[in-house]
């Protein structure tokens, strides 16, 4: 069954930079594209944006852009995404999750990872 | 983007049915059948409940059903139960391949 398991907690200060693992299995990972969703505590779910399995292009939200970095291993099939220049108002739930149809041509994600909690504390 | 607008909470008995609303632009919700919901829990990952406006995945209950009228759409949970008590996400394609989520609506079971 097609599953997406995700690195585990961190705790960074601010300033540092995070790095998210997210590791898939149970279908062919070069031909989804992996989004990435935040969720700050008690709040809403933000769409960040998507890498493309097929050649690792990457869309990022407005909000986000510039400060995160999405990035793949084929041989790994697992997906990564770095968030830069930490700080509190990072702290969040990252959570990886599949396009539902092959070739970015989804309108939905189907399959998501556990979430990663990013704590960034001084 | 601005988050897709829905009520913070909504609430019924068991059996009665509920509706959400997830309310947008004619930038997104309006110009595209690409809506979709989600179902969260506390503390788990969100669930794909509903699709391009209406489908649902396989395993999902019959009881959740989607639509949408202009710039809004709307999530119905029919025959609520105790179980359906959790977070409600509505996600709309707003457009050169980026996604907008809801504001997210807090379903209670009196």
């Known amino acids: 069954q097609v599953q997406l398991v995700q690195s585990g907690a961190e705790v960074k200060k601010p300033g540092a930079s995070v790095r998210v693992s997210c590791k898939t299995s149970g279908y062919t990972f070069t031909s989804y594209a992996i989004h990435w969703v935040r969720q700050a505590p008690g709040q809403r779910l933000e769409w960040m944006g998507w890498i493309n399995g097929v050649n690792g292009n990457t869309k990022y939200s407005q909000r986000f852009q510039g400060s995160v970095t999405f990035s793949r291993d084929t041989s790994a099939s697992t997906a990564y995404m770095i968030l830069s220049s930490l700080r509190s108002e990072d702290t969040a739930v990252y959570y990886c999750a599949r396009d539902r149809l092959p070739f970015l041509a989804g309108d939905a994600f189907d399959v998501w990872g556990q979430g990663t909690l990013v704590t960034v504390s001084s | 983007q601005s988050a897709l607008t829905q009520p913070a909470s909504v609430s019924g008995s068991p059996g009665q049915s509920i509706t959400i609303p997830c309310t947008g632009t004619?930038?997104?919700?309006?110009?595209?059948?690409?809506v979709s919901w989600y179902q969260q829990h506390p503390g788990k990952a969100p669930k794909l409940i509903i699709y391009?406006?209406?489908k649902r995945p396989s395993g999902v209950s019959n009881r959740f059903s989607g639509s949408k009228s202009g710039n809004t759409a709307s999530l119905t949970i029919s025959g609520l139960q105790a179980e359906d008590e959790a977070d409600y996400y509505c996600c709309s394609f707003a457009g050169s391949t980026t996604y907008v989520f809801g504001t997210g609506t807090r379903v209670t079971v009196l």
């Open positions: 391009v406006g209406s």
């Open positions: 004619s930038s997104d919700v309006g110009s595209y059948n690409l």
